[in-house]
Nanobody, 125 residues
């Protein structure tokens, strides 16, 4: 069992930056690939980024490539999402998720076993 808790969301102006954190419970954090997803009101859940167990591989959705960076610290059981050059269309609830399977494609989320409760990111124009 893995419990995930996101933090770091908030209100930011377009062009600004935020760093999201996702703290995981349990001793097996390094066994899981981690992903970030987001969901805007009235829209389907959207894949954002993923990172492999060791952090050696990452994958990004085209919409955030070059602006967002996913990273992890296995010693702290935490995964991060650094978001730069934010746009109003990045406004959404952001979720982290854990998977025993590494997915280097735009996942629909079905491979992920555990999910956090989400953190709101609002980008004003």
């Amino acid at each position: 069992q893995v419990q995930l808790v996101e933090s770091g969301g908030g209100l930011v102006q377009a062009g600004g930056s935020l760093r999201l954190s996702c703290a995981a419970s349990g001793r097996t954090f390094s066994s899981y690939a981690m992903g970030w997803f987001r969901q805007a009101p009235g829209k389907e859940r959207e894949f954002v980024a993923a990172i492999s167990w060791s952090g050696g591989s990452t994958y990004y959705a085209d919409s955030v490539k070059g602006r967002f960076t996913i990273s992890r610290d296995n010693a702290k059981n935490t995964v991060y999402l650094q978001m730069n050059s934010l746009k109003p269309e990045d406004t959404a609830v952001y979720y982290c998720a854990a998977s025993l399977v590494w997915s280097d494609y735009d996942s629909k989320g079905y491979e992920y076993d555990y999910w956090g409760q989400g953190t709101q990111v609002t980008v004003s124009s």
